[in-house]
């Protein structure tokens, strides 16, 4: 189901330049999916996001704060191809709480600072996982069957005036143990247990920079470094880590870029 608008904007952007073919969400924290040229470079507003996968398939993300029109330039020796695009803006829910002591929640404790930031490098090196791939062709299923959207990608608490960090996952409640399987297929770039803010965390790489995320899991089955297949155990729901219930904290990444993971549900690269 799509509105009205996006509807339009879909219709507009499938007048697509030569030798390239898009499909997606165009709105902020959305993605396309593409197909172009083998090996085509791509750039996005002039900066250059890599090639097309050997099958010439490539995912471009639209960060939650993107600016409304994004360019794409696809270069493929000698045909060359650019569209812009229109991106809509998300519909975020942002809540405003006055009045708090102005003492925040922050830890303070060294040893626990020192811990924090070595978890934050570790998933950084995961986050950079970049494997030659376009496992994310046949799109996505939902992780967890049966879950309810409990908190919707790009949601921000403002307290006392001061914007928290937005929220870039979706939250999907179920009860503890319910089972999470990989959405698409791809390669486990990171699967530790017992994180400070994110429990037990798994990541997948699907291809072109794209990378799935998974949250407070109480299991973990994925092992890092292997190739998991859709519908393969990566662990079960959980509420360790910073988790006020159980759920699945679902977050979707490409190249830094915060992508809402309930937009791929469904979707297909073009053919
Ligand atoms: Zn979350």
Not at 100 to 123: C, G, M, S
Not at 132 to 147: I, N, S
Request: hydrophobic share 40%; net charge neutral.
């Amino acid at each position: 189901m799509v509105s009205g608008a996006a509807a339009l904007i879909a219709s507009a952007a499938r007048a697509d330049a030569p030798g390239l073919a898009l499909d997606g969400r165009y709105q902020q924290g959305g993605f396309a999916f593409g197909r172009t040229s083998p090996r085509a470079a791509l750039a996005i507003d002039g900066v250059g996001v890599g090639q097309a996968s050997r099958n010439g398939l490539f995912v471009i993300g639209f960060d939650r704060d993107s600016a409304p029109i994004a360019r794409l330039d696809v270069a493929n020796g000698g045909g060359d191809s650019s569209q812009q695009i229109a991106i809509e803006p998300g519909n975020f829910d942002i809540q405003r709480i006055d009045g708090l002591p102005n003492d925040q929640v922050a830890p303070t404790d060294p040893e626990l600072l020192a811990r924090i930031k070595a978890e934050a490098a570790r998933k950084a090196a995961g986050f950079a996982s970049n494997v030659d791939a376009d496992d994310f062709k046949d799109g996505f299923v939902l992780p967890v069957q049966g879950a309810r959207l409990s908190a919707r990608f790009g949601g921000q608490r403002i307290l006392n005036g001061q914007p928290n960090r937005p929220h870039y996952g979706s939250d999907l409640a179920a009860p503890i143990g319910t089972p999470v399987r990989a959405p698409a297929a791809g390669q486990v770039c990171f699967a530790e247990t017992n994180l400070h803010f994110d429990g037990s965390l798994v990541m997948i790489d699907h291809g072109q920079g794209l990378i799935s995320c998974y949250l407070h899991l109480s299991r973990v089955d994925a092992v890092a470094g292997r190739r998991i297949e859709r519908g393969e155990m990566i662990g079960a729901v959980g509420m360790e880590g910073r988790a006020t219930g159980p759920h699945l904290c679902w977050r979707m990444k490409w190249r830094g870029r915060n992508l809402d993971p309930m937009l791929m549900v469904g979707r297909r690269a073009p053919v």
